[in-house]
């Protein structure tokens, strides 16, 4: 049996967002890829995944009671995109990779010490946030005023 090396991201150990790299291929996977992760003052962990085939669409997510913020950065550490406060103060990245690992850092914004869930997907797969209901007020139609007939 021989040993898996554990994944690194920027140089720093990371862990596969599925239980292994087979588990962690968002181009086959039946189901979303999600994990808990938690922060604290001396870490921001980091989740690799990985994408075989073509270029892939995805939807990464966090969504915390806290601010989570994450980055979609390739395992040298090149950052591809950021997001924070997407749905509130939840993070959403929606981009199209090729082949190949990737890492999802969580970073907190304010308070630390927050565990968050982080959920990787496919455009055909349910979100793990949903947009908020446009609360917009309308406005009033103006009514006629019964009083105003006649002049």
Do not use: H
Not at 21 to 38: K, N, Y
Not at 91 to 100: D, K, T
Not at 125 to 136: C, E, I, K, Q
């Amino acid at each position: 049996m021989s040993l898996m090396s554990q994944p690194q991201c920027s140089g720093q150990p990371a862990t596969w967002l599925g239980d292994d790299p087979d588990a962690s291929d968002i181009t086959v996977a039946g189901a979303a890829l999600s994990r808990q992760m938690t922060t604290t003052a001396e870490t921001n962990p980091y989740a690799m995944f990985r994408v075989t085939g073509d270029m892939q669409p995805l939807r990464l997510e966090a969504m915390s009671d806290g601010d989570p913020s994450i980055r979609l950065e390739t395992p040298d550490g090149d950052l591809l995109a950021e997001n924070d406060d997407a749905v509130g103060l939840n993070s959403r990245i929606e981009q199209s990779v090729g082949p190949g690992d990737y890492c999802v850092r969580l970073i907190p914004v304010g308070n630390a010490d927050m565990t968050a869930t982080v959920q990787l997907t496919r455009p055909d797969m349910s979100a793990l946030l949903v947009d908020p209901v446009d609360t917009t007020i309308a406005p009033l139609k103006r009514l006629p005023r019964p009083w105003a007939r006649g002049r």
